[in-house]
């Protein structure tokens, strides 16, 4: 006869580590190549960057709010079931659960057994049924401890969102070092209108929320926040500024140490930052790598199963 609800177990600490695990993972290691190549320029890549920090912030504001006034989990499907109604909200889930979800769970998940296998196989590239294979198995080690506590999944998120920090700051410090120095020649002419091609900029826009996707999950998880009215919108508001300043340096050091071409070239822009900046780092770099995809996969696991 009695209610059965979720215990209130996210404090303001673990929200804001369940926003940063979820939206710094591969992106921001992989889409600088993309948002570059199809901006055009260095100067229009980094306006790119910061115009999709704004149109995520806003988006985690308006999140916020619904947060607050609808109180139940779930977040999307919760909003539109009591806006829209039954039907568009099956119709939403029943695309997240067998296209939206599992796509994105497989590029992240990818993307970790690649980068945790490259220190053994460099310089030549992992074999595919071994990064499957590693792929598959982060995955389900995630999927298990979720299934088996909620506080323990939560503290992974927070111990691997300061591991996510650490590798940004590591490419950010010798990246502002360098340009501190004067090394500004990769920013000339920034602002190259002849490269800028508009039929090619959502492309870049596409890209670049690729990288802060995840914004949203503070709704999926609503009924276990602590002082949910309080936490929500700081959690967002800090999570979210704090990942904008980390991008916007982080691409300033990938422009400052490797170039324009570098970055065009380079399959996987940290790793050829590292091989540029300090080579002694060169097989600790993509274990973080791999280690910030773990996270934003225990993070989409936790708040998608809401």
């Not at 600490?13 to 939206?23: D, E, N």
């Not at 989409?300 to 199963?305: K, L, P, Q, R, W």
């Amino acid at each position: 006869e009695e209610a059965v609800f979720l215990r209130k177990k996210i404090t303001l600490l673990r929200a804001f580590s369940l926003l940063i695990g979820s939206m710094v993972g591969s992106g921001i290691f992989i889409s600088p190549k993309g948002v570059l190549k199809n901006s055009g320029s260095v100067g229009f890549s980094l306006v790119v960057w910061f115009a999709c920090g704004l149109l995520s912030l806003c988006g985690a504001l308006c999140y916020a709010e619904l947060g607050t006034r609808i109180t139940k989990s779930g977040g999307h499907y919760i909003y539109i079931l009591e806006t829209l109604g039954p039907l568009p909200s099956f119709l939403f889930l029943w695309a997240e659960f067998f296209a939206i979800r599992p796509a994105n769970s497989a590029v992240v998940s990818l993307a970790f057994g690649r980068y945790m296998l490259e220190p053994f196989f460099a310089p030549c590239a992992a074999p595919v049924p071994a990064v499957k294979l590693v792929s598959l198995l982060g995955y389900y080690t995630v999927l298990t401890l979720n299934s088996w506590s909620v506080t323990w999944s939560a503290r992974l998120q927070t111990a691997l969102s300061i591991i996510k920090l650490l590798a940004l700051a590591l490419i950010i410090v010798p990246g502002m070092m360098l340009l501190a120095q004067g090394h500004t020649e990769n920013f000339q002419g920034a602002f190259d209108r002849q490269s800028l091609v508009l039929d090619k900029l959502p492309l870049a826009f596409y890209a670049g929320m690729f990288a802060y996707s995840g914004w949203f999950q503070t709704g999926f998880v609503r009924e276990e926040l602590v002082r949910p009215e309080r936490n929500i919108p700081l959690a967002v508001i800090v999570s979210v500024i704090t990942v904008i300043v980390g991008y916007m340096l982080t691409n300033v050091s990938y422009y400052t140490v490797l170039g324009t071409q570098d970055v065009l070239a380079s399959p996987a822009v940290a790793v050829s930052f590292v091989q540029r900046a300090f080579k002694s780092l060169i097989s600790v770099v993509p274990v973080l790598v791999a280690l910030s995809c773990f996270g934003t996969m225990n993070g989409g696991i936790f708040t998608f199963s809401r």
